[in-house]
């Protein structure tokens, strides 16, 4: 445990560094690309709540990002600017939607759940398309971003990046102590053998309902910061393939550890950088490489640093 506290104070001191560093030798782009990493890094780790300890294989889970980056979007195209409105309400909406959509698929299993998952996903991913008021296939640009009454300026890049790093340490922290309280080992268990949760007196249908509410509402937080992060907002949040990404992210870095979705999300963010901009036809590289890692690290990368357990 020790062992893990130092690798964490090692990368958030690291990470605190990064914006004086690349101030210092003039590249702020590399803030920016930080910044996007730490957002998706949050969705990864929801993600990680229900996949890598439930056992769930969501293939519809950037429907959150969507949903929370169009609720600050549509909220923005109609006047209301204020963040302490904004956020709230595209956590608690996409909170209300997973519940809609775990309350169906989570009664199945398998094949099935994930297609479900998926088909509920290309719903919304078309609804964006087809609402023209808001952009439909070509997205809509936000208005002005989210506004915290002179608390914090997200105009400042600086200032951002510190928040995103706080909010995704503090998704860290929370999924941690749920996967390591009572409902954790219930929601653990159930992933593990099924039929003796059950034989035990607990019933996985409202556990596995409750994490994927949880997860879609820490997901719906880091589309908010997406939309805030872009400034521009696309149905294509939404597609499968922005799910089949994060799904990757939480797949190369460890399922069920703590540090492996943030891992994951900043091997494969930094790698698609990398390579394109040294090629264009960068993904024929990029694929075979996430197929490698993921025969030779099978615990994840996560697994390199220390063996993953909870």
């Given at each position: 445990m020790?062992?893990?506290l130092?690798?964490?104070?090692?990368?958030?001191?690291?990470?605190?560094?990064i914006?004086?560093?690349?101030?210092?030798?003039?590249?702020?782009?590399?803030?920016?690309l930080?910044?996007?990493?730490?957002?998706?890094?949050i969705?990864?780790?929801?993600?990680?709540?229900?996949?890598?300890?439930?056992?769930?294989?969501?293939?519809?889970?950037a429907?959150?990002?969507?949903?929370?980056?169009?609720?600050?979007?549509?909220?923005?195209?109609?006047?209301?600017?204020?963040?302490?409105?904004?956020?709230?309400?595209?956590?608690?909406?996409?909170?209300?939607?997973a519940?809609?959509?775990?309350?169906?698929?989570?009664?199945?299993?398998?094949?099935?759940?994930?297609?479900?998952?998926?088909?509920?996903t290309?719903?919304?991913?078309?609804?964006?398309?087809?609402?023209?008021?808001?952009?439909?296939?070509?997205?809509?640009?936000?208005?002005?971003?989210?506004?915290?009454?002179?608390?914090?300026?997200?105009?400042?890049?600086?200032?951002?990046?510190?928040?995103?790093?706080?909010?995704?340490?503090?998704?860290?922290?929370?999924?941690?102590?749920?996967?390591?309280?009572?409902?954790?080992?219930?929601?653990?268990?159930?992933?593990?053998?099924?039929?003796?949760?059950?034989?035990?007196?607990f019933?996985?249908?409202?556990?596995?309902?409750?994490?994927?509410?949880?997860?879609?509402?820490?997901?719906?937080?880091?589309?908010?910061?997406?939309?805030?992060?872009?400034?521009?907002?696309?149905?294509?949040?939404?597609?499968?393939?922005?799910?089949?990404?994060?799904?990757?992210?939480?797949?190369?870095?460890?399922?069920?550890?703590?540090?492996?979705?943030?891992?994951?999300?900043?091997?494969?963010?930094?790698?698609?950088?990398?390579?394109?901009?040294?090629?264009?036809?960068?993904?024929?590289?990029?694929?075979p490489?996430?197929?490698?890692?993921?025969?030779?690290?099978?615990?994840?990368?996560?697994?390199?640093?220390?063996?993953?357990?909870?």
């Amino acid at each position: 445990m020790n062992k893990r506290l130092i690798l964490w104070a090692i990368a958030v001191l690291v990470l605190i560094a990064i914006p004086p560093f690349v101030q210092a030798i003039g590249q702020p782009f590399y803030l920016d690309l930080t910044r996007r990493i730490l957002i998706l890094a949050i969705a990864a780790i929801s993600l990680n709540l229900i996949l890598g300890y439930g056992g769930l294989v969501s293939f519809g889970h950037a429907a959150y990002i969507g949903i929370g980056a169009y609720t600050v979007g549509i909220m923005g195209f109609y006047g209301l600017t204020s963040g302490w409105l904004q956020w709230p309400v595209a956590i608690v909406a996409s909170a209300i939607v997973a519940l809609a959509i775990g309350a169906v698929s989570i009664r199945t299993s398998g094949v099935y759940f994930i297609m479900i998952t998926l088909a509920f996903t290309q719903m919304l991913y078309y609804l964006g398309i087809s609402i023209a008021e808001f952009g439909g296939d070509d997205g809509m640009r936000l208005k002005a971003k989210s506004q915290f009454s002179g608390l914090i300026d997200l105009r400042d890049p600086v200032a951002f990046y510190y928040l995103c790093l706080a909010l995704m340490l503090i998704a860290v922290y929370l999924v941690f102590r749920l996967v390591n309280s009572r409902f954790g080992m219930v929601l653990r268990a159930s992933k593990s053998n099924d039929a003796r949760t059950r034989a035990i007196g607990f019933s996985p249908y409202p556990y596995r309902l409750a994490a994927f509410v949880i997860a879609g509402a820490m997901c719906g937080l880091a589309g908010a910061l997406y939309a805030n992060h872009t400034n521009y907002i696309t149905p294509g949040l939404m597609h499968w393939q922005q799910s089949g990404d994060i799904m990757f992210m939480v797949i190369l870095g460890g399922m069920a550890t703590t540090s492996g979705p943030v891992i994951g999300a900043f091997a494969l963010l930094l790698l698609e950088d990398l390579l394109s901009g040294w090629t264009q036809h960068w993904q024929v590289i990029l694929g075979p490489l996430l197929v490698l890692s993921v025969i030779f690290f099978r615990r994840g990368l996560a697994g390199i640093f220390y063996k993953p357990d909870a």
